[in-house]
């Protein structure tokens, strides 16, 4: 097995050929990996991402091979993957104004160069769903906004057309699903990349607490901050400890560590159906 890459959360091995794509517990925000870990987060997240995948498979292919044939220090949270030549862009769906979204929005009425109403709010419910699509590589070393265009140049019109079309079924899809469950889906990300027969394919993960913004239905109310099933807890607690959002990031409390553990066994119960062990 060899080590290829160590990300902000997840690590990846070569494994006979395969991807070996390991979830770890640590907590990324702003970009910043946090030195304290949360328990049982690398596995909640592969789990969730499993269960996410199967589900969407009619969609479109996906990278998995395996979420049991891995190594036993790996259980619960690595997948065997194929190999894909990711696409550089981070593919994300908006059914909700919240986050950077909010922010280009009360800048410039846009965001990624879709015009929306006027008076929109924090956790305002948008018309219909938007494909904000973000660099996955920038000379800042963050996200940035793109629009539909800049993607077309970047990879092809037909590739970006597809990029937008499965990011905003994928969306619609889980939303649909998390709706029955009393959670609101307001936006997340995806990874897209083409796999040895050039198929584009579903990679990374899938419909998390990392990589979306989960939250509770009859919770919400647009023009406020709303109760978070995903990382936005921890990155608002962040804020509060005076932190500049550069490396290293601060100590979580062991409150922040089990509140943040709760919410997201929580949102994997209740999207699954299954029982958290």
Known sequence: MKHIHSGKVRDLYELDGDILLVASDRV?????????????????????????FDKLGSIVPNHVISTED???????????????KMVQVECIARGYLAGLGLREYQRDGTVSGVSLPPGLVEGSRLPE????????????????F?????????????????LRDLTIEIYAKGAEHA????????????????????????????LTSDSSRFWPADDWEPGRPQHAFDKQFVRDWSLTTGWD???????????????TRERYIEVYERITGLKWS
């Not at 990324?28 to 996410?52: E, F, M, R």
């Not at 769903?129 to 940035?144: A, M, Q, R, V, Y």
């Not at 959002?245 to 509140?259: D, F, H, L, R, Y």
């Open 129 to 144: 769903p938007i494909f904000t699509p973000t660099t996955k590589i920038s000379d800042t070393g963050h996200d940035e």
């Open 28 to 52: 990324s925000v702003y970009d910043v990996s946090l030195p304290t870990p949360v328990p049982d987060k690398g596995a909640l997240l592969t789990q969730l991402s499993a269960w996410w």
């Open 70 to 84: 891995v190594p036993a220090e790996f259980a619960r949270r690595a997948i065997r993957c194929k190999p894909l």
């Open 146 to 162: 793109m629009t539909f265009d800049e993607v077309a140049n970047d990879v092809g019109r037909e590739t970006a057309e597809r």
């Open 179 to 206: 709706a029955t469950t009393g959670i609101i889906i307001a936006d997340t990300k995806l990874e897209f990349g083409f796999d040895s027969d050039g198929v584009l394919t579903l990679g990374d993960e899938v």
């Open 245 to 259: 959002k550069t490396p290293p990031g601060p100590e979580m409390p062991e409150n922040i560590v089990q509140s």
